[in-house]
Structure formats: C-alpha cells, structure tokens
Antibody
Framework: QVQLVQSGAEVKKPGASVKVSCKASNYIFTSYGISWVRQAPGQGLEWMGWINTYHDNANSAQKFQGRVTMTTDTSTSTAYMELTSLRSDDTAVYYCARGGGGVAPLDYWGQGTLVTVSS | DIQMTQSPSSLSASVGDRVTITCRAS??????LHWYQQKPGRAPKLLIY???SLQSGVPSRFSGSGSGTDFTLTISSLQPEDFATYYCHQTYTTPEAFGPGTKVDIK
C-alpha cells in the first residue's frame, strides 16, 4: 500500500532552520506531486505548498515565500521541506501528502512531524 | 486568494443522526473541492474528492454535493467512529486553501 513516512520530531531555537523528510513507497514517485500542510496546536490545516516531483518545480503560499524550500530526491523517492528563520508561531505538526498541484486531492498522508520552536 | 468558510464550526449529534456540513468558497472553484476527516493526533483522511466522488474504502454513508461556490458533506447515519473534525479543501487554484473545520461531537 502507498506509504509516506516522515522524519522524527524536532526542537529548534528561534532563528534556526528545520528540514523535514517524507519518504514515499509503493507507487511511482514522479507520477504524483507532494504537498506540505501544517497544523499548529489546536488549530486547523494550513496549506504550505506543493512540488511537482516530475519537473521538480514548486509553488508555495505567499506567507512562506523566502523561508520555505521544497525539494525531492527521485533516487530515493523522498521529498523534503526546509523552513528557515523559525519563529515560535512555526510550532506545528508538518504533514506531507500525495497529490495537490491545482487539481488532485491529497489521498495519502504522512504521519506528521512535530516541530517545536522554543528558546 | 480564495477563502473557504465552513458552517457550523461545531455540532453535537447522536449516533444515527443525519449530519450536514456546508463549505463555501469566495470564488467559483468548479468541482475542485475535497473533504477530509481528522481524528485527534492523527493525519487527515480523504473522504470525498471532486465534490462528490467517494474515496476508496470510505463508507457509503458519506456523500458530497454542490457546485460553483457552495458544497455539502452529508453523513446519512452518524456512527461512533465518525466523531471527528471535517475539513473542506479547494484545489482549483493556488494557493490552495482549507476550510477552518467542523468539529462533530457526541450529544
């Protein structure tokens, strides 16, 4: 079955960066995009962006532009999301999900990665 | 940017009840509207895609309808495992957007 397995929880200080990985299996990685969605504690879902795994081009929400970088490694079927200049309000669970990119729903999700930003 | 709203923000219902959740987009989004269920501590799960298509493995008591800007998720007979938060999601254009969620709890 399709699986997305994310890297483990992180604790970072304000101003630092975090890089979350998302390893896909049991499907052709470049046939679907990968989206990134985050959820602050007790809050709703927030769309961060999407990467086309075939063409390796990404589109992110304006609020994250300049701070977020989405990349892929097709040799290992892994997607990465790096967020820089972390602030306390970046504390959230970060999810990767298969799909997105303007048409497709998010049909499979990773288990989530908790990123805590605290001094 | 397209804004998504949901109503109600929360509701209390009993097992067996028919439940309807509404999602509204600030612009026409064709049928690029999807619904997810999320339980505490878990990742969201896709229920309905493209307004009315049931995701594989999802019980038939879930259904979706709508067009343009107004959409509905209906649970025909609420089951104990359906108590959760439900989100709509538009993929008509970027930035994509989720609704704020509707929490369904036990009356």
């Amino acid at each position: 079955q399709v699986q997305l397995v994310q890297s483990g929880a992180e604790v970072k200080k304000p101003g630092a960066s975090v890089k979350v990985s998302c390893k896909a299996s049991n499907y052709i990685f470049t046939s679907y995009g990968i989206s990134w969605v985050r959820q602050a504690p007790g809050q709703g879902l927030e769309w961060m962006g999407w990467i086309n795994t075939y063409h390796d081009n990404a589109n992110s929400a304006q609020k994250f532009q300049g701070r977020v970088t989405m990349t892929t490694d097709t040799s290992t079927s892994t997607a990465y999301m790096e967020l820089t200049s972390l602030r306390s309000d970046d504390t959230a669970v970060y999810y990767c999900a298969r799909g997105g990119g303007g048409v497709a729903p998010l049909d499979y999700w990773g288990q989530g990665t908790l990123v805590t930003v605290s001094s | 940017d397209i804004q998504m709203t949901q109503s109600p923000s929360s509701l209390s219902a009993s097992v067996g009840d028919r439940v309807t959740i509404t999602c509204r987009a600030s612009q026409i989004i064709s049928n690029y509207l999807h619904w997810y269920q999320q339980k505490p501590g878990r990742a969201p799960k896709l229920l309905i895609y493209a307004t009315s298509s049931l995701q594989s493995g999802v019980p038939s008591r879930f259904s979706g309808s709508g067009s343009g800007t107004d959409f509905t998720l209906t649970i025909s007979s609420l089951q104990p495992e359906d108590f959760a938060t439900y989100y709509c999601h538009q993929t008509y254009t970027t930035p994509e957007a989720f609704g704020p969620g509707t929490k369904v709890d036990i009356k």
